[in-house]
Nanobody
Framework: LQFVESGGGSVQPGGSLRLSCAAS????????IGWFRQVPGKEREQISC????????TYANSVKGRFTASRDQHKNTAYLQMNDLKTDDTAVYYC????????????????????WGQGTQVTVSA
């Protein structure tokens, strides 16, 4: 299962972007999808995960309230709507399928990510 991320670009602080994550096969629908970002010299950071059905999401504190993850099962595509972007959001963004999902205290926990695409660059600058 492979993914292709798209939708990145350059925006000013306060702007918005919507990233897309297109899956290579129909089996995408059986997995929760995680969103990550990485800046040079730092580890890849998980910022969101959306459940298999698309009805449960989780977010890192750094993006909570600004980013919204969703998915369209018919299109085998997941999305990350990013609003009120900040310079600290500058990174390469990736999506991947979660091999393990847990619901702990009503919170979605996604893990077991082992397949990565090329990512899409997001640059936020004045």
């Amino acid at each position: 299962l492979q993914f292709v991320e798209s939708g990145g670009g350059s925006v000013q602080p306060g702007g918005s972007l919507r990233l897309s994550c297109a899956a290579s096969s129909y089996s995408e629908g059986v997995y929760a999808i995680g969103w990550f970002r990485q800046v040079p010299g730092k580890e890849r950071e998980q910022i969101s995960c959306v459940s298999q059905e698309g009805d449960i999401t989780t977010y890192a504190n750094s993006v909570k309230g600004r980013f919204t993850a969703s998915r369209d099962q018919h299109k085998n595509t997941a999305y990350l709507q990013m609003n009120d972007l900040k310079t600290d959001d500058t990174a390469v963004y990736y999506c991947s399928a979660a091999q393990a999902v847990q619901y702990i205290g009503g919170t979605l926990k996604c893990s077991g990510f082992d397949s990565w695409g090329q990512g899409t660059q997001v640059t936020v600058s004045a």
